[in-house]
């Protein structure tokens, strides 16, 4: 019994217990079904906060630690092996926090067919929590693929006019990638005996040239899913054509995914190949940042041009990422929740005005300060916030993340150019002028359309669903210590790993 | 013979006699209540079930090492009685909807069934050739099952054409084979070759031509061509039982004569193997994204699982990894034949009219307006896909896993990549159902929605649940490789 009442068991599979309520409701009981999706979540949300509670910040270990076996086949074993550390605790606090603000924002934005969105979206966080944790790679590749069938359907069925082809598209891609790496997972497992992570990284004797083959099959699933320039093209169509809370939770946690892959298995499972293709990915992430930057701001549609922008953030984690030193690191893991919040409120915040104009065109606004204040007011703390303003969640993600890139491109470092550091800074600015452009369009000016004139400001429901983010983006901008303290042992033990790799090579 | 042989066989005796009994009691049964043979059919294969069941853990041979019964038949056996049980459930409104309700559909199931059980025990070429026949033959019939409509009987006249024309490839190669061996039985032809005295240039080309017969059964590419059409045009009752039934039973002896006769013709075969199983997965897998009638959608997909089949035995001679390579293929071929019957389920559950309700367009607005039933379906497009938790991802990744364990990157890479081609199609299905607004006909019928839900639960359940079943499954095969 003991394995049930596990915490890590009971925060993934809580949601599940909200499924199988919400079964029994009737299609016409759409109250309910939001009232029973959002306690669920809340609660989950509840247990992630005991988790946190739980959790030693100095430990660098896996902590709450539950590996049963699963699967006994042969000479090898697959476990039921969860886990939670630095790297992931975050993360995990991040997908159980914007569930529920997700589902609230659905309360008027979803009419058809309720019972089933509600039912999908807790399948969801179900899939993403076991993904943070689970520490078996088999059952990692379950909650990753399972992620898939949920948000398919949130797309598929809720979605705008393009939405059949944006789902296959996200489907189709996603899957592109990972059963490469499944094939990467299966020959680990063949050679090492064993799926669990931890074993396979204290036990790590692959040859050089075999890791490299392995982190570009990893590579594969984890940089469709970022997405990395150039295998982007599945982004926008996915994130215009998903319901509001469909894109709150691909950009703030399924993209997440994809860069918490490159750091839980790419660079501790292959240090020597993530140490040899660092500067080829940082250059990537560089073009990505400029990229989604100058394609943000070619955008009329406000969705279209907040999904951009994605390309551009998460091309800054994957530079801190594969700076490969602490500041750069931790940086990508912090800014990975800072976009998480930004973007996510982003999307909230197009989506309200979606709700009541059903136009996302910017030239379609115009002047929206005069009529909306409290909008405008809370729009503008997250835009600032997405562009990386002192004082707020996303300056303290960015710089850290240049610090480490600058740090890593002195000579003889990984990336062995200030190129890096430089260019991306440049993303900085550029994300200035597009945020700031996309502001003045929506808000300021004249107000020159008439439908424009009666809009409703927020009502309590929606600032609610707001405010907890903007709390944290306040938090983190002015007081980030406790979040890099609770991912520095982790971070400083990766290192370890790598320091290693990097000897070995040389 | 003697009481032990008949013994061995004797869930095999208790179907026979009972399908004969059966037809007596057919006299009886007034001409407008014939489906009430049904039931009787279905109390002769759970008895034959249980003796199956009682025999788990033997290794024996009987009539002169003409039948062996281990662990491979009585895990095959058991599958075959449940796809009977299956094939009967759906069979049972399906035949008084189409106005073709006659006894002798469920005696000659019974039959073709005998055939597949005979196969699973096979351990000489001679019966393996007989049990070919005997579960082809009620098949031939059944599939023209439906006439006077003339896309049965075509696919009946095709079936039967094209099964005689394998069957006489079947013959040729054992007729090779004990040219070069001077023996038909399996334990006799492993005995010439290790002491030399087999001509093997025969041998190999013997072992080709069984191949070649085997494979028109279990519809390997190019040996697939009447597939798609006899899969069509026969009543989907029919074509449920065949396509899962027949491609099984072709498995179980491709599978037992490769692994204990041919093991030491693997260099010769593995290339050919190879390249079956991979055009295969390939053809199957890329002209299903063209169809438009889910019996052809579904009837290319069997194809291109079949390849997957296949996969495993390019593992040929590798002593332990072949062993969990065939364990694999036999778990694959459990995943093939729930998700199967699912699926097909639920194509009857829509069928109505003379082949009507068939198109994929028909499914439109299922998910609204019968969730459980489309839930079921696009838990069985997934597990055909080889998305988790499915056992269809479950029968992928012991599969997968073996292949690259015998060194086989190329072959995994492009089975991986042909599941990701397969995605398409079978998404394509879900979002009709789910994406697209419509008014489906349901026919809903008691064993119909049993079979569904059952599969469906299944098809999650045993995937969590893997272990026992694969285990099992290793445990029937090992006595091969000791």
Same mark, same amino acid.
């Given at each position: 019994?003991?394995?049930?009442?596990?915490?890590?068991? %009971?925060?993934?599979?809580?949601?599940?217990?909200?499924?199988?309520?919400?079964?029994?409701?009737?299609? +016409?009981?759409?109250?309910?079904?939001?009232?029973?999706?959002?306690?669920?979540? %809340?609660?989950?949300?509840?247990?992630?906060?005991?988790?946190?509670?739980?959790? !030693?910040?100095?430990?660098?270990?896996? !902590?709450?630690?539950?590996?049963?076996?699963?699967?006994?086949?042969?000479?090898?074993?697959?476990?039921? #092996?969860?886990?939670?550390?630095?790297?992931?605790?975050?993360?995990?606090?991040?997908?159980?926090?914007?569930?529920?603000?997700?589902?609230? $924002?659905?309360?008027?934005? @979803? +009419? +058809?067919?309720?019972?089933?969105?509600?039912?999908?979206?807790?399948?969801?966080?179900?899939?993403?929590?076991?993904?943070?944790?689970?520490?078996?790679?088999?059952?990692?590749?379950?909650?990753?693929?399972?992620?898939?069938?949920?948000?398919?359907?949130?797309?598929?069925?809720?979605?705008?006019?393009?939405?059949?082809?944006?789902?296959?598209?996200?489907?189709?891609?996603?899957?592109?990638?990972?059963?490469?790496?499944?094939?990467?997972?299966?020959?680990?497992?063949?050679?090492?005996?064993?799926?669990?992570?931890?074993?396979?990284?204290?036990?790590?004797?692959?040859?050089?040239?075999?890791?490299?083959?392995?982190?570009?099959?990893?590579?594969?699933?984890?940089?469709?899913?970022?997405?990395?320039?150039?295998?982007?093209?599945?982004?926008?169509?996915?994130?215009?054509?998903?319901?509001?809370?469909?894109?709150?939770?691909?950009?703030?946690? %399924?993209?997440?995914?994809?860069?918490?892959?490159?750091?839980?298995?790419?660079?501790?499972?292959?240090?020597?190949?993530?140490?040899?293709?660092?500067?080829?990915?940082?250059?990537?992430?560089?073009?990505?940042?400029?990229?989604?930057?100058?394609?943000?701001?070619?955008?009329?549609?406000?969705?279209?041009?907040?999904?951009?922008?994605?390309?551009?953030?998460?091309?800054?984690?994957?530079?801190?990422?594969?700076?490969?030193?602490?500041?750069?690191?931790?940086?990508?893991?912090?800014?990975?929740?800072? #976009?998480?919040?930004?973007?996510?409120?982003?999307?909230?915040?197009?989506?309200?005005?979606?709700?009541?104009?059903?136009?996302?065109?910017?030239? &379609?606004?115009?002047? /929206?300060?005069?009529?909306?204040?409290?909008?405008?007011?809370?729009?503008?703390?997250?835009?600032?916030?997405?562009?990386?303003?002192?004082?707020?969640?996303?300056?303290?993600?960015?710089?850290?993340?240049?610090?480490?890139?600058?740090?890593?491109?002195?000579?003889?470092?990984?990336?062995?150019?200030?190129?890096?550091?430089?260019?991306?800074?440049?993303?900085?600015?550029?994300?200035?002028?597009?945020?700031?452009?996309?502001?003045?369009?929506?808000?300021?000016?004249?107000?020159?359309?008439?439908?424009?004139?009666?809009?409703?400001?927020?009502?309590?429901?929606?600032?609610?669903?707001?405010?907890?983010?903007?709390?944290?983006?306040?938090?983190?901008?002015?007081?980030?210590?406790?979040?890099?303290?609770?991912?520095?042992?982790?971070?400083? !033990?990766?290192?370890?790993?790598?320091?290693?790799?990097?000897?070995?090579?040389? | 013979?003697?009481? $032990?042989?008949?013994?061995?066989?004797?869930?095999?005796?208790?179907?026979?006699?009972?399908?004969?009994?059966?037809?007596?009691?057919?006299?009886?049964?007034?001409?407008?209540?014939?489906?009430?043979?049904?039931?009787?059919?279905?109390?002769?294969?759970?008895?034959?079930?249980?003796?199956?069941?009682?025999?788990?853990?033997?290794?024996?041979?009987?009539?002169?090492?003409?039948?062996? @019964?281990?662990?491979?038949?009585?895990?095959?056996?058991?599958?075959?009685?449940?796809?009977?049980?299956?094939?009967?459930?759906?069979?049972?409104?399906?035949?008084?909807?189409?106005?073709?309700?006659?006894?002798?559909?469920?005696?000659?199931?019974?039959?073709?069934?005998?055939?597949?059980? /005979?196969?699973?025990?096979?351990?000489?070429?001679?019966?393996?050739?007989?049990?070919?026949?005997?579960?082809?033959?009620?098949?031939?019939?059944?599939?023209?099952?439906?006439?006077?409509?003339?896309?049965?009987?075509?696919?009946?006249?095709?079936?039967?054409?094209?099964?005689?024309?394998?069957?006489?490839?079947?013959?040729?190669?054992?007729?090779?084979?004990?040219?070069?061996?001077?023996?038909?039985?399996?334990?006799?032809?492993?005995?010439?070759?290790?002491?030399?005295?087999?001509?093997?240039?025969?041998? =190999?080309?013997?072992?080709?031509?069984?191949?070649?017969?085997?494979?028109?059964?279990?519809?390997?590419?190019?040996?697939?061509?009447?597939?798609?059409? @006899?899969?069509?045009?026969?009543?989907?009752?029919?074509?449920?039982?065949? &396509?899962?039934?027949?491609?099984?039973?072709?498995?179980?002896?491709?599978?037992?004569?490769?692994?204990?006769?041919?093991?030491?013709?693997?260099?010769?075969?593995?290339?050919?193997?190879?390249?079956?199983?991979?055009?295969?997965?390939?053809?199957?897998?890329?002209?299903?994204?063209?169809? $438009?009638?889910?019996?052809?959608?579904?009837?290319?997909?069997?194809?291109?699982?079949?390849?997957?089949?296949?996969?495993?035995?390019?593992?040929?001679?590798?002593?332990?990894? +072949?062993?969990?390579?065939?364990?694999?293929?036999?778990?694959?071929?459990?995943?093939?034949?729930?998700?199967?019957?699912?699926?097909?389920?639920?194509?009857?559950?829509?069928?109505?009219?003379?082949?009507?309700?068939?198109?994929?367009?028909?499914?439109?607005?299922?998910?609204?307006?019968?969730?459980?039933?489309?839930?079921?379906?696009?838990?069985?497009?997934?597990?055909?896909?080889?998305?988790?938790?499915?056992?269809?991802?479950?029968?992928?990744?012991?599969?997968?896993?073996?292949?690259?364990?015998?060194?086989?990157?190329?072959?995994?890479?492009?089975?991986?990549?042909?599941?990701?081609?397969?995605?398409?199609?079978?998404?394509?299905?879900?979002?009709?159902?789910?994406?697209?607004?419509?008014?489906?006909?349901?026919?809903?019928?008691?064993?119909?929605?049993?079979?569904?839900?059952?599969?469906?639960?299944?098809?999650?359940?045993?995937?969590?649940?893997?272990?026992?079943?694969?285990?099992?499954?290793?445990?029937?095969?090992? =006595?091969?490789?000791?």
């Amino acid at each position: 019994m003991d394995s049930f009442i596990h915490p890590l068991t %009971l925060v993934t599979f809580l949601p599940l217990a909200g499924v199988v309520v919400i079964l029994f409701l009737k299609n +016409e009981q759409k109250n309910a079904a939001r009232y029973t999706a959002l306690a669920t979540s %809340l609660i989950t949300f509840g247990v992630s906060m005991a988790v946190l509670a739980q959790f !030693q910040r100095v430990d660098p270990n896996l !902590q709450m630690v539950i590996d049963l076996p699963w699967i006994r086949v042969g000479s090898w074993v697959i476990a039921y #092996h969860l886990g939670v550390d630095g790297l992931s605790i975050l993360l995990l606090l991040l997908t159980t926090f914007l569930t529920p603000i997700s589902i609230l $924002s659905t309360w008027t934005a @979803v +009419e +058809e067919r309720v019972k089933d969105f509600m039912i999908f979206f807790l399948l969801l966080e179900m899939g993403m929590v076991g993904v943070f944790l689970a520490q078996d790679l088999f059952l990692f590749y379950v909650f990753w693929e399972f992620t898939l069938v949920p948000m398919y359907f949130l797309i598929g069925i809720w979605g705008g006019p393009q939405r059949i082809y944006a789902a296959i598209k996200f489907f189709l891609y996603t899957m592109a990638g990972s059963i490469l790496m499944l094939l990467a997972i299966l020959w680990l497992g063949i050679q090492g005996g064993t799926f669990s992570t931890p074993d396979l990284i204290a036990n790590n004797h692959i040859p050089a040239n075999i890791q490299f083959w392995l982190f570009l099959a990893f590579a594969a699933a984890f940089a469709i899913k970022v997405p990395m320039w150039p295998l982007h093209s599945w982004l926008p169509d996915a994130h215009v054509e998903a319901p509001t809370a469909g894109s709150i939770i691909l950009a703030g946690v %399924l993209l997440k995914m994809g860069t918490y892959g490159f750091l839980r298995f790419n660079i501790p499972l292959f240090p020597q190949a993530a140490w040899q293709l660092a500067p080829w990915i940082a250059g990537l992430a560089v073009i990505g940042i400029l990229y989604g930057a100058a394609v943000s701001f070619a955008q009329k549609d406000v969705k279209k041009l907040v999904a951009y922008s994605s390309v551009s953030h998460l091309g800054f984690v994957m530079l801190g990422l594969f700076a490969l030193n602490p500041q750069g690191i931790q940086g990508g893991i912090l800014q990975m929740v800072n #976009h998480g919040l930004s973007t996510g409120a982003l999307f909230l915040i197009v989506g309200m005005i979606y709700e009541r104009r059903h136009t996302r065109d910017m030239d &379609a606004f115009g002047g /929206l300060w005069k009529v909306m204040p409290v909008y405008g007011a809370l729009t503008l703390i997250v835009a600032l916030s997405s562009m990386g303003l002192p004082g707020l969640n996303g300056f303290v993600g960015e710089f850290t993340i240049l610090l480490g890139a600058w740090d890593a491109g002195q000579a003889g470092h990984v990336l062995g150019s200030y190129w890096f550091a430089g260019l991306s800074a440049l993303g900085v600015i550029l994300a200035a002028v597009y945020i700031l452009f996309m502001f003045q369009k929506l808000f300021l000016g004249p107000i020159d359309k008439e439908e424009n004139r009666n809009l409703k400001d927020l009502n309590w429901r929606e600032i609610i669903t707001l405010a907890p983010i903007i709390i944290l983006i306040f938090w983190i901008g002015l007081y980030p210590k406790p979040f890099f303290s609770l991912m520095a042992p982790s971070v400083d !033990q990766l290192m370890v790993v790598l320091h290693g790799a990097a000897l070995a090579l040389h | 013979m003697n009481f $032990s042989d008949l013994l061995a066989i004797l869930p095999l005796v208790i179907l026979v006699g009972w399908a004969i009994i059966l037809i007596l009691v057919d006299l009886l049964i007034p001409s407008h209540r014939k489906g009430m043979i049904a039931p009787f059919a279905v109390i002769g294969i759970i008895i034959a079930l249980g003796v199956a069941i009682s025999q788990f853990g033997e290794q024996s041979t009987a009539f002169g090492g003409m039948v062996a @019964v281990d662990g491979f038949s009585v895990f095959l056996q058991v599958l075959f009685l449940i796809s009977g049980l299956f094939g009967i459930a759906l069979a049972y409104d399906y035949l008084k909807r189409q106005g073709i309700e006659h006894s002798e559909y469920y005696i000659l199931l019974l039959f073709s069934l005998s055939g597949m059980m /005979l196969m699973a025990m096979a351990a000489d070429l001679i019966m393996v050739f007989l049990a070919l026949e005997l579960l082809s033959i009620p098949l031939y019939v059944l599939a023209g099952f439906a006439s006077p409509r003339l896309d049965s009987e075509e696919a009946a006249l095709k079936y039967f054409l094209l099964g005689a024309f394998a069957g006489g490839f079947v013959v040729y190669g054992i007729a090779l084979v004990f040219g070069a061996t001077q023996t038909t039985a399996l334990q006799g032809i492993i005995a010439a070759t290790k002491d030399g005295s087999a001509n093997v240039v025969l041998l =190999v080309i013997g072992a080709a031509l069984i191949l070649i017969g085997l494979g028109f059964k279990v519809a390997v590419v190019p040996f697939h061509m009447w597939t798609p059409d @006899v899969y069509q045009g026969a009543p989907s009752s029919v074509t449920a039982f065949m &396509a899962v039934g027949a491609k099984a039973a072709g498995f179980a002896g491709l599978l037992r004569v490769f692994m204990s006769a041919f093991n030491i013709l693997a260099v010769d075969l593995i290339p050919i193997l190879w390249t079956l199983s991979v055009i295969t997965m390939l053809l199957g897998n890329i002209v299903a994204i063209a169809q $438009s009638n889910i019996k052809r959608l579904l009837a290319y997909s069997s194809i291109a699982h079949a390849g997957y089949i296949l996969m495993g035995m390019v593992t040929l001679g590798q002593g332990e990894i +072949e062993g969990a390579a065939i364990a694999a293929a036999l778990f694959y071929l459990v995943a093939y034949v729930i998700t199967s019957f699912g699926a097909w389920a639920v194509v009857i559950a829509l069928e109505h009219g003379e082949g009507k309700g068939l198109a994929l367009d028909d499914y439109a607005g299922l998910g609204g307006k019968h969730p459980a039933l489309a839930a079921a379906m696009t838990v069985f497009m997934l597990s055909f896909t080889g998305v988790p938790p499915t056992l269809g991802f479950m029968g992928k990744f012991f599969l997968f896993s073996a292949v690259l364990d015998g060194g086989y990157v190329g072959l995994a890479v492009i089975g991986v990549l042909t599941s990701l081609v397969s995605a398409y199609y079978y998404l394509r299905v879900v979002v009709v159902m789910y994406m697209q607004e419509g008014e489906p006909r349901v026919r809903r019928d008691i064993w119909l929605n049993t079979t569904t839900a059952i599969t469906a639960i299944a098809t999650v359940a045993i995937s969590v649940f893997s272990t026992p079943l694969f285990n099992w499954a290793v445990r029937g095969v090992m =006595v091969f490789f000791k």
